[in-house]
């Protein structure tokens, strides 16, 4: 199985930008569609953007759609968040997973320690 790691969050005022970073360990990553998902205090995890194996195809929830950008280098086993005119909203933590194959918007795979993203007024 996939190994992942977040990094890149921070404390950012609204307006902000950051860019989310995955490391993925594991010979297979360039085959697998990968997710972002985020969870806020008190609130369940949601899916915020996925991207297909190639990079060709992605997706958004609607929150973050023209906002967000997902993007991966499969060369070096990475997928990348960034993320645009940032909203207190957007405060959570943000995780990466691998996107399940018949619909990305669904977790496939054991979570990382995700990275916080804090936004404030």
């Known amino acids: 199985q996939l190994q992942l790691v977040e990094s890149g969050g921070g404390l950012v005022q609204a307006g902000g930008s950051l860019r989310l970073s995955c490391a993925a360990s594991?010979?297979?990553?360039?085959?697998?569609?990968m997710s972002w998902f985020r969870q806020a205090p008190g609130k369940e995890r949601e899916f915020v953007a996925a991207?297909?194996?190639?990079?060709?195809?992605?997706y958004y929830a609607d929150s973050v759609k023209g906002r967000f950008t997902i993007s991966r280098d499969n060369a070096k086993n990475t997928v990348y968040l960034q993320m645009n005119s940032l909203k207190p909203e957007d405060t959570a933590v943000y995780y990466c997973?691998?996107?399940?194959?018949?619909?990305?918007?669904?977790?496939?795979?054991?979570w990382g320690p995700g990275t916080q993203v804090t936004v404030s007024s």
């Open positions: 594991g010979r297979t990553f360039s085959t697998y569609a």
């Open positions: 997973n691998v996107g399940y194959y018949s619909d990305y918007s669904r977790p496939s795979g054991s």
């Open positions: 991207i297909n194996w190639s990079g060709g195809n992605t």
